[in-house]
């Protein structure tokens, strides 16, 4: 074989070596990842009759992925190339794990936006096309969408245009007998501020209509009469979702390879801005107590145990902007029971680690490369007979 047949097969062998990495790390790096992911049995209050003989979900149960704080940028901040990382790194995560695992039910915690508070009508509409387009799902799937501060603002300065669907409470029943409150944790803080109260009236009535779905085959005419106009719903405890999370002083706790850094772990929360007041958090236990708690918000992982019987889990971000290893929940609901299942994603440092260390081999390798080229250029000249020609 000529020097020039080799440099061709060198050159050929680092152009797929080059082809091969970039197709990994931008598409089968996640499939590596979410194939190691599966649907949780169910393993909190449920009986062993909803369980089939190799502990895998029977008919009957839900399977929901929750995902929390995608913080699509807007035309505000970011730069341009963050922007277009961070959205293919989320659509191609958010698209192998509905081809994997095919969810029923997809909810998002809020913070769907990362500027929803200061984007124009305009910005705000091509900021929701990139999302559909990015979290584009099958008609089989639900998309089931709360709001959270950065998609409206702080409850004392709420910007409401086009969003006004986001705002309320209310309460997603699945097929499965399932009952999933959906709140506006954003306007929770008690002060009065413009939704406050119309928030917390449609949670009150909420509660009555849930309370009363327990209690419907009660004998007591007194509670029949007080639930005699009430809505029906599955006679379950709710699981509450929202984007805040209840009252907790830190995440002192939080243990975990999705929980905040150690040195952010003893920082305290504020109430109304970190965590909701203890007020309100009382007053949302009280009301409905829960079979579970889902809350985003953070950004960090966290599992809490308020009152000593209502769990709480923190789901950490979905956007490799606020995190370096971004996961989402699995979780399996039926009527009396529940299974959850973290699904970790690929860790961006170890993106880099490829790209860095093709890039480390490349600048090796090409010298030898031109080396070898010019080796063989200068040897053909060499060897190869110089015709003689006649000129008339």
Excluded at 270 to 287: F, G, I, M, N, P
Excluded at 317 to 337: A, M, T, Y
């Amino acid at each position: 074989m000529s020097c020039l047949s080799v440099t061709c097969s060198a050159v050929i062998v680092l152009f797929g070596a080059v082809c091969s990495v970039f197709i990994f790390c931008e598409y089968l790096i996640y499939y590596a990842a979410i194939l190691q992911c599966g649907w949780p049995e169910i393993d909190h209050g449920a009986p062993s009759s909803e369980r089939s003989a190799d502990g895998q979900p029977e008919t009957g149960v839900l399977r929901a992925m929750v995902l929390s704080d995608t913080h699509l940028l807007g035309a505000v901040g970011g730069h341009w190339f963050d922007k277009l990382r961070r959205e293919w790194q989320m659509e191609r995560a958010f698209q192998t794990a509905l081809a994997l695992l095919r969810p029923e039910v997809v909810f998002i915690l809020g913070d769907v936006f990362d500027e929803g508070k200061w984007s124009s009508p305009k910005n705000w509409e091509d900021d929701v096309c990139r999302f559909q387009k990015m979290f584009r799902h099958p008609r089989d799937t639900e998309l089931v969408v709360l709001v959270g501060n950065h998609d409206i603002g702080f409850h004392y300065e709420i910007y409401t245009d086009g969003v006004v669907s986001l705002l309320v409470n209310r309460c997603f029943v699945s097929r499965f007998f399932s009952s999933f409150l959906l709140v506006n944790s954003v306007a929770l803080h008690g002060d009065g501020c413009p939704i406050c109260q119309s928030v917390e009236k449609q949670l009150y009535t909420l509660s009555r209509d849930l309370n009363c779905s327990l209690l419907q085959n009660s004998e007591s005419s007194i509670i029949r009469e007080y639930c005699q106009d009430a809505w029906t719903y599955p006679s379950t405890a709710p699981i509450i979702l929202q984007h805040y999370p209840l009252y907790r002083v830190s995440d002192a706790g939080c243990t975990g390879r999705d929980a905040a850094p150690p040195k952010e772990r003893h920082l305290l929360f504020r109430e109304k801005y970190d965590v909701l007041s203890q007020e309100a958090s009382h007053r949302l236990l009280q009301w409905f107590k829960p079979r579970l708690v889902l809350s985003g918000h953070t950004h960090s992982g966290c599992q809490v145990l308020h009152d000593n019987q209502y769990p709480e889990i923190s789901v950490p971000s979905f956007n490799w902007r606020n995190r370096n290893n971004p996961s989402f929940i699995l979780g399996s609901f039926s009527s009396s029971g529940y299974g959850l299942s973290k699904c970790f994603l690929p860790e961006e440092s170890t993106v880099i680690a490829l790209y860095c260390s093709t890039g480390a081999s490349l600048l090796f390798l090409l010298p030898l490369v031109h080396c070898l080229w010019m080796r063989g250029l200068l040897r053909c000249l060499i060897l190869c007979p110089i015709s003689k020609h006649k000129f008339l």
